[in-house]
């Protein structure tokens, strides 16, 4: 193989690299890629275009473009592409309920308010009732606050 040939061959695997996750942010859903771990994307995305690269380099080496090598490598960078559609829709399909249902229990919770028992507590009646008064002043929205001096 030549220096040039090398070149090439880098240079391909970087456009590769760029087109892969690019495609697969535009057709799997960049929030889908946001949630999948990071092994997963390095290997699905650096595998698809290694593959690109290895069925060009087969295509080049022989008289024939389309030759047993070249299928083989065109197969593998296929079943990668199968990979990455089945990684974004299993994370689709199962984070995507994770997220909504941490939304809905945020919504709903409200602040807890001490519960004053006389002789428990080191504090006053009256701290704690400050104490009581401020929680719910803070709970309360903007317009609705009382200044205290």
Known sequence: MTPNLRLAYTIEFLIALFTAFEVWSQVGGQSHLDLMPWYLKLVLGSGTAWAAVRATMAAASHDRAWNAQTLRWIGILLAL?????????????????????????????????????????????????????????????????????
């Open 81 to 149: 592409l199968v990979g990455c559609g089945l990684a974004s829709y299993y994370y689709h399909l199962y984070e995507e309920q994770e997220e909504h249902q941490e939304e809905s229990t945020a919504q709903t919770k409200m602040p807890v308010l001490p519960i004053r028992v006389k002789g428990l507590c080191s504090l006053t009646d009256e701290e704690s009732l400050r104490g009581e008064q401020e929680i719910r002043a803070s709970a309360q929205p903007w317009w609705n606050r009382r200044i205290s001096s």
